[in-house]
Every structure is written in C-alpha cells, then in structure tokens.
C-alpha cells in the first residue's frame, strides 16, 4: 500500500510540471518591500529575523489559481506557513501532496522537490534554514525541457 501511495504522488508530482526537467538557476535578491515575484502576479518581501539565527524568509502573496512550479532547494530547508484565514493551498512532493490552510505548516527537506498550487488567494511565511545569501541558488522546472 506504502509504495502504491508512493507511485501516485511521483506521478502527480510528475504531471502538475508537466514531464519537465528540474534545472540550476538563481533566485533574484530578496526584496525590501513588496514586490512582483518574476515572472507572475503573486508578490513577495523579505522577513528579517534576529542575526544570531541562522534564518531568513519571506512572506509571499499568491492570487487564487497561481502555481509556483516544481524546484529544489539542495542546501537548505524549507518551512512555510498559510498565515491568512481565507489561503489554501495544495503542496506536491516526489512523497505526498497535502492540503494547507490557515495555521497549517509543512516543511521540505534540502533536495526534496515541491511545486505549490494556490488555491485561493494566500499569503504564506516562508523560513528558510540556513540562512541563504542574497541570489541564491535554486533548481527549478525548466517547462521547455
């Protein structure tokens, strides 16, 4: 049963990037105030958090039916957090997908591939763990793969 549960999620994993390849690139510079993520409508601003912790993090504003596409992190984790009462959305992984709403946590382990749907208009606090440097390294879907 474990390993059926296990095809299924890679195999929607596989299908919501659409075949795709995952590929090296940059995350721009977290931004000061808010401002349009690349290439979509959803917005996002850094989070600073005390220096003595080795943190750093965003908060991340999607419109409803937005996707951020399938990437990696490989040298750190990622936690994120619905943070407002109204957002839900749906994470993938390679293992699982699960249903987040308000209050709701999920964490990504360095490497572990995730694409995130919004479900509806939400905003997530988003806590990366060690702290990335500004253009930091990311490996994301290449959709012309």
């Given amino acids: 049963m474990l390993k059926l549960k296990l095809f299924r999620a890679k195999a929607l994993f ?3 990037n659409k075949g795709a390849k995952i590929v090296s690139g ?7 105030t808010w ?3 690349p290439d979509r409508d ?3 601003c850094e989070v600073k958090y005390p220096h003595d912790q080795d943190i750093n993090g965003v908060l991340y504003h999607a419109v409803s039916g937005s996707t951020f596409k399938g990437h990696t992190h490989n040298h750190h984790t990622e936690l994120f957090t ?9 994470a993938y992984t390679e293992k699982y997908n699960i249903l987040l709403r ?3 946590s999920v964490t990504f382990e ?5 694409l995130v749907e919004f479900i509806t208009e939400t905003i997530i606090n988003v806590i990366w763990q060690p702290k990335m440097e500004s253009d930091f390294e990311i490996d994301y879907v290449n959709e012309d793969s």
């Fill in 42 to 44: 959803d917005r996002w």
């Fill in 102 to 104: 308000y209050g709701d």
């Fill in 82 to 90: 619905v943070i407002n009462k109204g957002g839900v959305v749906r």
């Fill in 110 to 114: 360095k490497g572990e591939a995730h």
């Fill in 26 to 32: 940059k995350m721009p510079k977290l931004p000061k």
């Fill in 35 to 37: 401002e349009l993520f």
């Fill in 14 to 16: 596989q299908l919501k």
